[in-house]
């Protein structure tokens, strides 16, 4: 083996041992062959101290030879004790270094191991984080989204918001207001003049044909997204007045407590009740084509842009939803479902939006009932007494007058014709 371990003693040890036991024994068999010889042949008296000589330098040379031996032998023992030793220690030192590196390589081996465990449990962590988390996970510009939305939630409350303050500031016959009915006449006459005036007036010479000609006149504006201020909002609100009417004349304080007076007082907030609803849904409809100045003095975009550039987004042709089908088309699982719930929340906002306007219109079909039955009591309590009594009154001579002028302003033949239809 390595190392000396299980050497055999080396041959020269082995031979001074056997050359000390050869030499010791032949020495012993000469003198005892010589003593044997001479006592043969001589006299015992005379022998006797040769032999007790003899005896003595054998005895002597054989203790000699014998501890020489015993020293060889003891150095050979002594030696080949340390082989031995030195044989174990190295056994020893060995097994210890072995048993060291194979521990050394179970720690390097699981260290190892657990490496490759937490590279793979974070490949996995990459991996998860990238479908779950990434584009392909979350779907189309979470972040963009949502402050769309976001932004989309604030315009429609703001127009929400707005609806009675323009009910109650642009409307000139507005619910419980009194103001000047000829006075309103003129200004929404002198306003269809200068911004507003037809072809067909024109022609008749009753104004000058502008680049807005008849927009205070025509639905379509109304459905036209604008901004405060704009010359499409001032022709929604010229619209609205045209369709609301004129307003009532304010009671002279002097009359104030006259009995008349309540009843017409009465009469005016009936009136305005039953007329209110489609009021509010006028300026319901033009508050959603209507982008409203926030706090910096900024107009935003309209309510009905704002839902439209979300529908646009699932549905049309523009750059954002080829954007958002290619994500679609790449997203993982986690991510489709939750465009399909983006798509859905979406559908919900309008069922919303819709269902507020059904409340509306119900809100119309009960004002066009209670108009209607208005209506019909009035011409079942009316006579003919009370129609004559009725035209001469003020008002009545106010209407004529206010007629009488607005045929003086048209000077076409057919105008002529209407008029004098009409007081005949």
Sequence with gaps: MRNGYNRKAPKSIKKKINYLIVGTVSSVMLTTTALAVYIVDGNIATSTPIINAAMTTVSTTFETQMTAMDAAIATAIETQTQLVNSSIRVWTKQKSVSANEVALNDVTNSQKKMAALQAQMQVERRLETI???????????????????????????????????????????????????????????????????????????????????????????????????????????????????????????????????????????????????????????????????????????????????????????????QEWNKVLVAASERGVLKEVLQVQALDLYLLARQYHANEREELLLTGIVASTQQLNANSGNASSKDNQAFRTTDDYQRAVLDGKKIVSDFSTSQYKREAAAVNN
Aim: glycine share 8%; net charge negative.
């Design 131 to 321: 479908e779950n988390k990434g584009s392909y996970g979350q779907g189309y510009k979470t972040c963009t989204v949502l402050s769309d939305r976001e932004t989309t939630d604030v315009i429609v409350k703001n127009g929400v918001q707005t609806r009675p303050y323009l009910a109650s500031s642009t409307v000139i016959a507005a619910t419980g207001s009194y103001s000047d009915s000829y006075g309103a006449f003129e200004d929404m006459n002198s306003t269809h003049k200068a911004k507003y005036c037809t072809d067909s007036q024109a022609a008749a010479g009753y104004c000058s044909a502008t680049d807005k000609q008849g927009w205070n006149l025509m639905t379509s504006t109304l459905f036209t997204p604008t901004v405060q201020g704009s010359d499409v909002y001032e022709a929604q609100n010229s619209l609205i007045n045209n369709m609301v009417g004129m307003p009532d004349d304010p009671i002279p304080k002097e009359l104030v407590g006259a009995p008349n007076a309540s009843n017409y007082i009465i009469l005016k907030q009936r009136k305005d009740a039953i007329i209110s609803p489609a009021i509010y849904s006028l300026k319901a409809i033009q508050s959603e084509f209507l982008g409203v100045k926030g706090a910096e003095n900024k107009a935003s975009i309209s309510p009905v842009d704002a839902i439209n550039k979300e529908v646009k987004r699932y549905l049309g042709s523009g750059s954002e939803y």
